[in-house]
């Protein structure tokens, strides 16, 4: 696919980037080839090839889910300005 100088005109113009005529021009060259690049990609065989999250089959180490932290619930609410049945009571901001 090859990006004539009104798509480019309009892209930036959707964008709101004020471009000058020679970046345009070099806009639309780097869009098409990489249109191009696209294109090339899409015409590659890739039937019975299973998709990849990541190049490398990589691990993560993973640690427990354990609990770290101790309930300061109380302490938290009892320094809150308005507290109701364990929920903190805020303002209304929408009417």
């Known amino acids: 696919?090859?990006?004539n100088i009104a798509d480019v005109e309009k892209v930036a113009r959707l964008?709101?980037?004020a471009m000058t005529q020679e970046e345009m021009?070099?806009?639309q060259t780097q869009l098409s080839n990489i249109?191009?690049?696209i294109a090339e990609m899409q015409a590659v065989d890739t039937t019975g090839i299973a998709p990849m999250s990541h190049s490398q089959e990589l691990s993560q180490?993973?640690?427990?889910d354990v609990v770290?932290?101790?309930n300061q619930r109380e302490a938290f609410q009892a320094?809150?300005?308005q507290v109701e049945h364990g929920l903190y009571l805020v303002p209304q901001v929408i009417e």
Request: charged share 25%; aromatic share 4%; glycine share 4%.
């Open 15 to 17: 964008a709101r980037l």
């Open 79 to 81: 320094v809150a300005p």
């Open 35 to 37: 249109f191009g690049l």
């Open 61 to 64: 180490r993973l640690r427990e």
């Open 25 to 27: 021009q070099t806009a």
């Open 1 to 3: 696919m090859s990006l």
């Open 68 to 70: 770290t932290e101790t």
